[in-house]
């Protein structure tokens, strides 16, 4: 079975401050990561992913993530948080072993940041 | 390329009454996903199709149907509306389901059941 967990609900921080926005998850086999990032009243939006290879996944608007095998976990990060940065994030997963299954996602979290 | 839309935007329903959310996507793609979006509850999968003609139950399936007659389309049928099914609706297709593929997903569909 997979799952994915984001353990707080909001995270507050300021303006050009670092941000980092937690995830971890649980699968069976290898797992593919995603991250997606839903503004006030749209659709999801696909950030960045993880398949392979490099721990460090860059994605859109300068945000990366950090892939954690040991610690089962893929935190989204950004060095320099922006106001236009609030929104609600997602980290959803898929097994390797789990065939044509559709993604598996988090509660969200939501990120506000201060000016 | 518009990727997938949906309609309508905003409908509210009074109970009992039934209605059919449309999603379409221009990208050809194979797979195509429902889900439904709760106030802190995250995304939820009502159904989802591999294909033409084929449908697959998600985790939130009953008071729900789908078909997939065209590759393109993928319409939502709410029968005998609750307001239990208050919610946010989002569609969403991926060329592929398996693998490392990501799903993109329509602006959605803002539904009051009162």
């Known amino acids: 079975a997979q799952s994915v967990a984001q353990p707080e609900d909001q995270v507050n921080v300021a303006e050009g401050n670092p941000l980092t926005v937690k995830c971890t998850y649980s699968v069976s086999g290898n797992p593919y990561l995603f991250w997606y990032v839903q503004y006030p009243n749209r659709g999801l939006q696909f950030l960045l992913k993880y398949i392979t290879g490099d721990n460090l996944v860059k994605g859109s608007y300068g945000f990366e993530a950090e892939f954690n095998k ?12 922006l106001v236009s940065d609030s929104a609600l994030y997602f980290c959803a997963v898929r097994d390797s072993f789990s065939g044509n299954t559709p993604l598996v996602f988090g509660k969200g979290t939501r990120l506000s940041v201060i000016a | 390329n518009a990727g997938v839309t949906q309609t309508p935007k905003f409908r509210i329903l009074k109970i009992g009454q039934s209605m059919t959310l449309q999603c379409a996507q221009d990208m050809n ?3 195509m996903y429902w889900y439904r979006q709760d106030p802190g509850m995250g995304l939820k999968l009502i159904y989802y199709s591999v294909g033409a003609g084929i449908t697959d139950k998600g985790e939130v399936p009953n008071g729900y149907n789908v078909s997939r007659s065209t590759t393109e389309d993928f319409p939502l049928r709410l029968e005998l ?3 239990s099914q208050t919610s946010v609706y989002f569609c969403a297709s991926s060329p ?5 593929y990501e799903q993109y997903f329509g602006p959605g569909t803002r539904l009051t059941v009162t």
């Open chain 1, 70 to 81: 040991s610690q089962t976990s893929f935190h989204l990060k950004k060095p320099s948080a």
């Open chain 2, 96 to 100: 592929l389901a398996g693998g490392p």
């Open chain 2, 29 to 31: 793609h194979n797979y």
């Open chain 2, 81 to 83: 509306a609750a307001p």
